[in-house]
């Protein structure tokens, strides 16, 4: 069975500034990753979906950015943030038959 | 565009009755269709699927019906209790491609 790691759990950052949310993979190898955000209104949207190691598609035009620099690593990124990115931020191994999420962050921009 | 669609942001419930939360898509290569519950600050966690060849699942308490000709799908939970309360996601994907589609959620509130 896959573990899905997220850090940080929860993250208050002002408008303008950098960020990081690094998700890790446990169990499985070469796993199709996907980063999602749950926002007021909007459910679980889907931003970005990995396939492979420096293989991103983005589902939305935004102010964030994928990367996937190892197996079983995928990174969240923003270089100037939008009071618009706060929500609740999932990581996500899925294939039909299973489906894996992280604990999730909650991000907050103030 | 929303390709899955669940209309009714939220539900009140009498404990002990029958709970239907709906769902609609407008996708017709969908061919795969999930239900998802959600605890506040926690991952979504799986419930029950159902596949376009059949038109009904059962598990436990939690059954979804799909309706391939009026692309609808619902989620019975009969008798429903208190802890079923919680946010439920309908999802959709579609053969040979593997992302999932997440409606907006419905907020099930279970009542004493």
């Known amino acids: 069975s896959q573990t899905i790691h997220q850090w940080p759990a929860t993250l208050v950052q002002p408008v303008g500034s950098p960020l990081s949310l690094e998700c890790t993979v446990e169990?499985?190898?070469?796993?199709?990753l996907y980063w999602y955000r749950q926002a007021a209104g909007r459910g679980l949207q889907l931003l970005f979906y990995?396939?492979?190691?420096?293989?991103i598609s983005s589902e939305v035009p935004q102010n964030l950015s994928a990367s996937r620099p190892q197996d079983r690593q995928f990174i969240l990124s923003s270089k100037k943030l939008l009071l618009s990115d706060s929500g609740f931020y999932l990581c996500?191994?899925?294939?039909?038959?299973?489906?894996?999420f992280g604990p999730g962050t909650r991000l907050t921009v103030l | 565009d929303q390709q899955v669609k669940q209309n009714s942001p939220s539900l009140s419930v009498q404990e002990g009755r029958i709970s239907i939360l709906n769902c609609d898509y407008t996708?017709?290569?969908?061919?795969?269709f999930l239900w998802y519950k959600k605890y506040p600050a926690e991952g979504p966690t799986f419930l029950i699927s159902?596949?376009?060849?059949?038109d009904k699942n059962e598990d436990g308490r939690f059954t979804v019906f799909l309706n391939k000709s009026a692309k609808h799908l619902s989620l019975h939970i009969v008798p429903s209790q208190p802890g079923d309360s919680a946010v439920y996601f309908c999802?959709?994907?579609?053969?040979?491609?593997?992302?999932?589609?997440f409606g907006k959620g419905t907020r099930l509130h279970i009542l004493p």
């Open positions: 996500a191994s899925i294939t039909v038959n299973e489906q894996f």
């Open positions: 169990g499985t190898s070469n796993p199709n």
């Open positions: 990995s396939v492979g190691i420096g293989q």
């Open positions: 996708n017709s290569m969908f061919d795969y």
């Open positions: 159902i596949s376009s060849i059949k």
């Open positions: 999802a959709a994907s579609a053969t040979g491609d593997d992302k999932i589609i």
